[in-house]
């Protein structure tokens, strides 16, 4: 057979180009394999990280309503970091390493999270502003060309539409209270909607990765249209609650058919992405602890586990013998 | 941050969604045990009465095909026309046929 390297790899985008999906057990390029788990996980570690920022208001959440959807939203976080780092997983990583990229630093996870909650307000702009940016991501990447992180992203688009809804519905109320919830609101959008805007990472020039990515199928749209998409549909629903976008150059271009927006500040985004934002060490901090300090957990339900296992097969024998 | 524990073994979960459907795979997860593995499956996997039923099972006992030998393995199924009903002509004024 002829399958040198060359052959296999225009095999591959034969069925990428054909629409078929890539499962784990198929043979891929290297660096296929290699840009899944790192995406994948780092996708993982946003839902994980992503709890510390709200999980910082559930026990001041202003009524009972606001901390079941608040509790049940942040449950949902971590279930959605459960079924990407299986996906991670069936390309050959193990949980145990993703972890320990996360707790060295290693491993990024989205820069948003270095950011901290002050208000109640935040808890608000945050499912409205960061979920509805990961929506339009995420609904992209229902089609990614690799069907273990097509399949986690379905049952994370499904669940996610509640996030965001549960966060307007917390800027709704804010917006209709007081004059003083209604400054509430303001400042945390005017906190929270350039951050957001970098979510979708850095211009497509200078998004070196994307154009593999897409020939890949792995992403389907390019980081400028994803957050063009995203403002079109977001300021509407400013005007909506009456608040005011942070951005002086924010208006509508008909021609375009689009919003055009100022400037974002990258160097901002650097910062954060190296490591240098807000809450960089505090987030990381509360994860390695969390970890070190379920050493014993995991090491007790091994121990019961083979425990138990070995009663069974003692019990086993003795029928065995009578 | 040394880390000496043995990390848990992964399970497939397979959910029934209502009684009368089949189980059907989800996805997978870590835990301890058999008890652990059902009891995260529901945390996981059923938070929105997506099941009725779960089955997990630990997924060192699956044996799975290899898509090298797709060819081999479900090819010769491809031009046994004759095993479709379409492939048998009829005249088309008979019924219930």
Known sequence: ?322 | MENKSKEWPIWEIFIRSKNGLEHKHVGSLHAADAEMAIENARDVYTRRQEGVSIWAVESIHITASNPENSGELFEPAKDKVYRHPTFYELPIELKHI
């Open chain 1, 1 to 322: 057979m002829k399958n040198n390297i060359h052959d296999l790899e225009e095999k591959f985008q034969a069925r990428i180009d054909a629409g078929e999906k890539i499962e784990p057990k198929d043979w891929m390029p290297e660096k296929y394999r290699k840009t899944h788990i790192r995406q994948i996980s780092q996708h993982a570690h946003s839902e994980i990280v992503g709890m510390l920022p709200e999980g910082n208001w559930i026990t001041r959440a202003p009524s009972l309503r606001r901390k079941l959807g608040l509790l049940a939203k942040v449950q949902d976080e971590a279930g959605h970091g459960l079924y990407l780092y299986s996906a991670a997983e069936t390309l050959g990583i193990s949980r145990d390493q993703m972890f320990d990229q996360l707790h060295t630093g290693k491993a990024k996870y989205s820069s948003i999270f270095n950011y901290p909650t002050l208000s109640w307000a935040d808890i608000g702009a945050i499912g409205w502003l960061v979920d509805g940016a990961a929506i339009i991501n995420q609904v992209m990447l229902t089609r990614t060309s690799f069907g273990p992180y097509a399949r986690a992203m379905v049952r994370i688009c499904k669940e996610e539409s509640f996030h965001q809804r549960q966060g307007y519905e917390i800027m709704l109320g804010l917006c209709r209270g007081t004059e003083e919830q209604k400054e509430m609101a303001q400042d945390a959008l005017n906190r929270f909607w350039w951050p957001s805007l970098m979510m979708f990472g850095p211009k497509d020039e200078d998004s070196p990765n994307t154009e593999q990515s897409v020939k890949w199928k792995i992403k389907r749209k390019t980081n400028d249209e994803l957050r063009q998409e995203f403002i079109d549909i977001t300021v509407p629903q400013a005007d909506f609650l009456g608040l005011k976008m942070p951005d002086p150059d924010l208006k509508w271009n008909e021609e375009r058919g689009h919003y055009d927006f100022g400037e974002i500040d990258w160097d901002e985004f650097w910062q954060v992405v190296k490591g240098n934002g807000p809450c960089n060490k505090e987030r990381l901090k509360a994860r390695t602890d969390a970890w070190d300090e379920g050493a014993w957990v995991r090491d007790a339900a091994n121990a019961y586990a083979e425990k138990q296992s070995l009663k069974k097969q003692s019990e086993n024998n003795k029928k065995i013998a009578s």
